[in-house]
C-alpha cells in the first residue's frame, strides 16, 4: 500500500496540468471569477477543447472515443480539473445516455449518436422523474403506444435539467400498463425538436432556469430510437444509475471548495481578528477537512483496491451520501462566512457602479449557490434511497 | 498509488484471525479475565512462537517479518474484533517502535526479546494532571552517578500487572510543561521501589497505578537523548495512536455486525425489527462510520512517516474521526438492541465498553480536534 504516483503518473500530472493552463479558456475563467451563470456556450466552449484533444470521455471504453487511462490516471485527471477549477462537463450525455448506448444500443444507434455525444453536437437531457414518480421512479406514467414503426408518446417529465438546451433526451416511458411497475418501461431516445414536446422552465430557489418541465403530446418516436428489448428498459436504467460513479463523491471540487472557505473565513472581519479564528467557526471548518479527509481515503480505497476496475458497486452509495453532504455543508459555511453580504439579490438587477461595489464578490452567489445545492441530497437518488440500496445490497437487510 | 494488501499482509490477517476465532471466544474471554491473572499467557506465547506474530512490524535483522505501521494496524484490528486483552499495543507498538527509532545496542537487546514472547512492556506515560499533554510530567528522574533515581506516580497504565519491563517517560530538567527536559526510559518492572496497585479496568483490561519510591534505574535505560526525549515520545504515540484507531475499526465492525444479526432474529409488531426503515437507515450511518474509520486508519498508517507536522495533522484527523465514529456505532448498536444491550450478557456491551474507552485514548475527539486546528489551521 503506498500514496505515491509513479513517475508515469507524475509525467501524466504535469501534462494535464500544462494542457488546462494553455487551453482552458480565459473568458470563461473571467465568468467565473465574477460569479455569472453559465450558458450553453460555456459549457460547449470547454467540452470541444477536451474532445480535440481526445480527453472528453475518459471512462468510455477505447473502441468508443475512451482514453485507456488507468483508474489511477482518471483520479489524476479529475483532480487536476477541479484544482484549476475548469467547470464541470454535463454528464446527460457523456456520463449517462453515451454508456447505455454502447452497451446496450444496436450498431446503428451506436454509429449515430456516440460520435455527436464525443463532439458536443448534441445536447442531452433526461427524461426520467415525474410529477408522480421522484424517488419511486417505477411508478412512471408517461405511456408509449406502438403505432405501426413508430412510439406514440403522452405524458409529462419533471426536473429536466438543461432541457431548454437540449437536441435529444433519453427517456423511461411504459410500454406496458399491465405489467409490474419495473417490467413494463422502455427506453427512448427522442429528439426534442418533436412536434407535440413542450419545456416550461422551473425557476428555483436562487433564481436559476436550470431545470424545466417537459410535456410529451403525441409525440412520434421512431422503433429505431428505443434502446434494448421493448418493456427492458429498467436493466438500462438500473445501469446508468450505477454506472460512472467515478467522481461522484465531489472530493476534488470539495477540496478546493474548502480552501475557498478558508480564503474568505481570513478577509472576513470578526471582532478583533479574522473570522477563521473564532473558535466556532474555526471548528466547523476543521471538522469538516477531516469529514473530506475520510471520504478521500474511503474513494481512494475503492479507486485503487482489491476491487479496482470491477466497476462501482452499491458501496459508491456511501460516496454519493457523504459527498453530497460535504458539498452542502460547504455552501452553508460559505453563506454563514459573508455574513451581511448574503443577503443582496443581484438577479436581472445591476450591480451597481464600480465605485461602490455593493458586498465582497465572492458573496454574490453565497445564498444562491447554497439554495441551490439542496438539490445535492435529492437528485439522483435522494440520500434516503441511497441508504435503503446501502441497506439492500451491502447490508443484506 | 496502491491501496491492496501485500499476500504477507494478508497471511498475517489470515493467520490470526484463525488462531483468535479458536482461543478468544465471547465465553473462553470472559472466562479468563475474570480470573487472577486477568488473561490466559499460553495465549501470548503462542502469538509469539507458534504464529511468529509479535515480529510482523519488526525488521528481519531483529527476527521479524520486516513490516511496519500497516502490518501493525493488521494485527490490532483483529485483536479488536476478539476484544482481546493482549499487550500488544504497549508491547509492541509503542516500547517496539521506541526501540526502533533509537537503534543500537538497546534495540538489539530487547527486540528479539519482544519477538520470543519474553517481554511484556507496559507505557507509565499518563499522570493525573498531564490529561492527554505529554509533556506535562512531575515524575522525575535525577542523576545520579552513572545511573538515575526515579521519583513520582504515573496513573492508568494498561498491562502493567502483567509487565517485565517498564517504558517510562519522566523529566530530567525543565519546567512541568516544558518541551525540553523529558527523557524517556526502559526499565525493569521489578526494580526496588517500584510500588504498583492493580486493579481491572471497565473495557476487560488490566492496569496499575505506578508509585516510583527512589527507584534506582541504570545510565543504560535512557531511550535516545536525555532531555529531548518528546520527539521521540510524541512520534510513539501517534503511532499508537493509529494502532488504537484500527483496533476501534475491528471493534465497530463487530458492533455493527452484531446489530444486523441482531436485528434480524429478533422480532416485534411480529417482524424482525430489521424490516423497519428507520434501523435500517441507522445501520447504513453505522456502516459508513465503520467504513470510514477503516479509510482513516489506512490514511494515518501511511502518514506515518511524514515530517512531525503532517504526521500529527493527520493522526489527529483519523483520531477525531474514529473517536466520533466509534461513540455514534457504540451507542446506536445499544440502543438498537434495546434492554440487553446494557446487560453483560451480550457481547455486545463489552464492545461498546471498549470502543468507549478508545475514545479517549491518547486523546479524546476534542484534543485530537484542538491539535488539528493549531497545526492545520493556524497562522
Request: net charge negative; hydrophobic share 40%; proline share 4%.
Amino acid at each position: 500500500m503506498d500514496m505515491e504516483f509513479s513517475p508515469e503518473d507524475l509525467a501524466f500530472q504535469t501534462e494535464v496540468r500544462d494542457f488546462i493552463a494553455e487551453n482552458y479558456p480565459a473568458e470563461l475563467r473571467g465568468k467565473q471569477d465574477e460569479g455569472d451563470e453559465l450558458g450553453k456556450e460555456d459549457f460547449l466552449a470547454w467540452h470541444k477543447i477536451l474532445y480535440k484533444k481526445g480527453w472528453v470521455a475518459p471512462a468510455w471504453p477505447v473502441e468508443y472515443g475512451g482514453t485507456g487511462w488507468t483508474p489511477t490516471q482518471r483520479f489524476i485527471f479529475s483532480e487536476e480539473i477541479a484544482r484549476a477549477d475548469c467547470i464541470r462537463l454535463l454528464p446527460f450525455g457523456l456520463s449517462m445516455v453515451g454508456p447505455v448506448i454502447y452497451t446496450f444500443g444496436t450498431p446503428e444507434q451506436k454509429a449515430r449518436f456516440l460520435p455527436r455525444i464525443l463532439s458536443g453536437e448534441d445536447w442531452w437531457c433526461q427524461g426520467y422523474s415525474e410529477p408522480g414518480a421522484g424517488s419511486d421512479l417505477a411508478s412512471l406514467r408517461t405511456a408509449a403506444v406502438r403505432d405501426g414503426d413508430h412510439y406514440v408518446v403522452n405524458g409529462q417529465k419533471t426536473w429536466t435539467t438543461m432541457a431548454q438546451h437540449a437536441d435529444w433526451g433519453f427517456f423511461l416511458v411504459r410500454t406496458d400498463k399491465e405489467a409490474k411497475p419495473q417490467e413494463g418501461i422502455s427506453f427512448l431516445l427522442i429528439d426534442m425538436k418533436s412536434p407535440g414536446i413542450t419545456v416550461r422552465p422551473i425557476i428555483t430557489l436562487g433564481g436559476e432556469h436550470e431545470v424545466n418541465e417537459v410535456f410529451l403530446e403525441d409525440v412520434r418516436v421512431p422503433v429505431e430510437q428505443r434502446v434494448y428489448e421493448e418493456n427492458k428498459g429498467w436493466t438500462c436504467a438500473k445501469f446508468l444509475l450505477a454506472h460512472e460513479r467515478t467522481g461522484i463523491a465531489g472530493v476534488a471540487s470539495s477540496k478546493r471548495g474548502v480552501e475557498r472557505v478558508k480564503a474568505i473565513a481570513r478577509t472576513e472581519l470578526d471582532g478583533d481578528g479574522p473570522l477563521i479564528d473564532n473558535p466556532f467557526f474555526k471548528r466547523k471548518i476543521a471538522e469538516l477537512e477531516i469529514d473530506l479527509t475520510a471520504l478521500e481515503f474511503t474513494e481512494l480505497r475503492g479507486l485503487a483496491g482489491p476491487n479496482a476496475g470491477k466497476g462501482p458497486g452499491p458501496e459508491s452509495s456511501l460516496l454519493k451520501i457523504k459527498g453530497s453532504e460535504i458539498q452542502q455543508r460547504l455552501t452553508e459555511l460559505t453563506l454563514e462566512a459573508v455574513g451581511h453580504y448574503g443577503a443582496p439579490y443581484f438577479r436581472g438587477f445591476g450591480e451597481g457602479d464600480n465605485e461602490h461595489p455593493i458586498g465582497p464578490d465572492y458573496a454574490h452567489r453565497a445564498a444562491p449557490t447554497y439554495f441551490n445545492m439542496r438539490k445535492t441530497t435529492i437528485y439522483g437518488g435522494s440520500n434516503e434511497i441511497q441508504r435503503n440500496i446501502i441497506a439492500k445490497m451491502v447490508l443484506g437487510l | 498509488m496502491d491501496f491492496t494488501y501485500t499476500d504477507t499482509q494478508d497471511m498475517i490477517r489470515d493467520t490470526l484471525a484463525r488462531f483468535l476465532a479458536d482461543t478468544y471466544g465471547f465465553e473462553t474471554r470472559q472466562a479468563f479475565i475474570a480470573g487472577d491473572e486477568g488473561r490466559d499467557p499460553a495465549i501470548w506465547t503462542a502469538l509469539a512462537r507458534d504464529l511468529g506474530m509479535l515480529g510482523a512490524s519488526f525488521a528481519e535483522d531483529h527476527g521479524g517479518l520486516g513490516g511496519g505501521a500497516l502490518e501493525n494496524a493488521i494485527v490490532m484490528e483483529e485483536l479488536g474484533k476478539v476484544l482481546a486483552v493482549e499487550p500488544y499495543l504497549p508491547t509492541v507498538v509503542i516500547a517496539g517502535g521506541a526501540l526502533k527509532a533509537v537503534g543500537g545496542a538497546q534495540a538489539d537487546a530487547m527486540i528479539p526479546e519482544i519477538i520470543a514472547g519474553n517481554a511484556i512492556i507496559a507505557f507509565a506515560y499518563a499522570e493525573p494532571q498531564g490529561r492527554y499533554d505529554l509533556a506535562n510530567l512531575t515524575t522525575s528522574a535525577k542523576k545520579d552517578g552513572a545511573g538515575w533515581v526515579l521519583n513520582g506516580h504515573k496513573g492508568v497504565v494498561y498491562a502493567a500487572p502483567w509487565a517485565t519491563h517498564l517504558l517510562v517517560t519522566a523529566r530530567t530538567g525543565g519546567g512541568q510543561r516544558d518541551r525540553d527536559g523529558v527523557s524517556l526510559f526502559l526499565i525493569d518492572a521489578k526494580l526496588p521501589g517500584i510500588v504498583r496497585r492493580d486493579y481491572p479496568t471497565v473495557d476487560g483490561n488490566r492496569a496499575s497505578e505506578i508509585y516510583f519510591e527512589n527507584v534506582a534505574i541504570p545510565g543504560d535505560a535512557l531511550l535516545g537523548g536525555e532531555g529531548v526525549g518528546l520527539d521521540l515520545i510524541e512520534q510513539i504515540v501517534d503511532e499508537a495512536t493509529v494502532a488504537v484507531c484500527a483496533e476501534a475499526t475491528g471493534v465497530m465492525q463487530k458492533l455493527h455486525e452484531g446489530t444486523l444479526d441482531y436485528t434480524q432474529q429478533r422480532k416485534q409488531f411480529g417482524i424482525p425489527i430489521a424490516k423497519f426503515q428507520v434501523l435500517q437507515h441507522r445501520m447504513v450511518d453505522m456502516f459508513m462510520e465503520v467504513e470510514q474509520a477503516r479509510s482513516m486508519t489506512i490514511m494515518g498508517a501511511l502518514k506515518l512517516d511524514l515530517p512531525a507536522k503532517e504526521r500529527m495533522i493527520a493522526v489527529s484527523a483519523a483520531k477525531n474521526k474514529v473517536a466520533r465514529g466509534a461513540k455514534f456505532v457504540g451507542q446506536n448498536a445499544i440502543q438498537t438492541h434495546g434492554g440487553i444491550g446494557i446487560t453483560q450478557e451480550l457481547a455486545i456491551g463489552h464492545y461498546f465498553k471498549r470502543a468507549t474507552m478508545i475514545e479517549s485514548q491518547f486523546g479524546s475527539a476534542d484534543h485530537h480536534m484542538a491539535r488539528y486546528e493549531r497545526l492545520a489551521l493556524g497562522d
